[in-house]
């Protein structure tokens, strides 16, 4: 973000909603990220389970954006599989700008 910020000389609307989008897909990946490590030190006996664990699992197991990551994504209808590849092309979107 720091790199961004230094890159975007000319703070337009369109810039600063870029930025902002950048920030929000950044928080979203890293709650990911520490859920699905978290789960996965779980089931290995490395953490205890927890109830959030067990959603997460559930979340994943029938094809549903977990409650916890839907909480900071955008809105979206779509199952977890779609989600995620939709995901993805904002992640390239953002990347390309």
């Not at 006996?45 to 900071?72: C, F, H």
Request: with cysteine; hydrophobic share 45%.
């Amino acid at each position: 973000m720091l790199d961004l910020n230094l890159k975007a000389k000319d703070k337009t609307p369109y810039v600063v909603v870029c930025l902002q989008e950048c920030e929000r897909m950044n928080i979203l990946i890293n709650t990911i990220k520490k859920s699905l490590e978290d789960l996965d030190a779980g089931l290995a006996g490395s953490l205890n389970i927890t109830e959030d664990m067990e959603t997460l699992a559930t979340s994943l197991y029938i094809n549903q954006v977990p409650a916890l990551w839907a909480k900071y994504a955008y809105f979206s209808l779509k199952d977890l599989l779609n989600w995620f590849d939709d995901l993805l092309l904002r992640i390239i979107q953002l990347d390309e700008y």
